[in-house]
């Protein structure tokens, strides 16, 4: 096989995996809704995650297991919950807002959630004025040390 050709495959290889690592979900916002009525931070459980620097962590997360949502062609999907799972909310106004996914619990109608794992930074914006709701793996290198 000729050198050009072996690197056109490894090229297309390479594209072929970063482009399906990040698939992107949607959460219509009825659904959400109904995924997180009654987890407030009542409901949350304590988890430990180990971070890119083989550092364990220890937090509160919502109980949540597999995040349903629709992919692009609206076909139903139930995504698996790791905590480098994050969800972007896209208000009316167009103003986006990502926080970590297993730090998002709601509260009356209120979604309250992280934007870091370094720095306590806690955000709450109103369920009524979203208009979009992302979810997509991250991919960051934070592992569950144990099973949720």
């Keep these: 096989m000729s050198t050009k050709l072996f690197s056109f495959i490894l090229i297309l290889l390479f594209l072929s995996m970063v482009l399906n690592a990040c698939k ?16 407030d931070s009542a409901k949350l459980r304590l988890v430990k995650t180990r971070g890119p620097a083989g550092d364990v962590v220890e937090y509160l997360a919502n109980p949540v297991d597999y995040i349903k949502c629709v992919d692009k062609s609206d076909m139903p999907y139930e995504l698996k919950i790791s905590p480098s799972i994050e969800i972007r909310f896209t208000e009316k106004n167009n103003k986006r807002t990502i926080f970590y996914f297993d ?8 979604i309250i959630g992280e934007m870091s794992r370094f720095v306590r930074f806690r955000k ?17 290198n934070f592992r569950y040390v144990e099973d949720r």
């Design 124 to 140: 709450g914006i109103s369920i009524n004025n979203v208009k979009l709701i992302e979810v997509q793996d991250g991919h960051k």
């Design 103 to 110: 730090r998002v619990f709601m509260q009356d109608t209120l």
């Design 24 to 39: 992107t979900y949607l959460i219509p916002v009825q659904s959400f809704k109904e995924q997180f009525n009654g987890i």
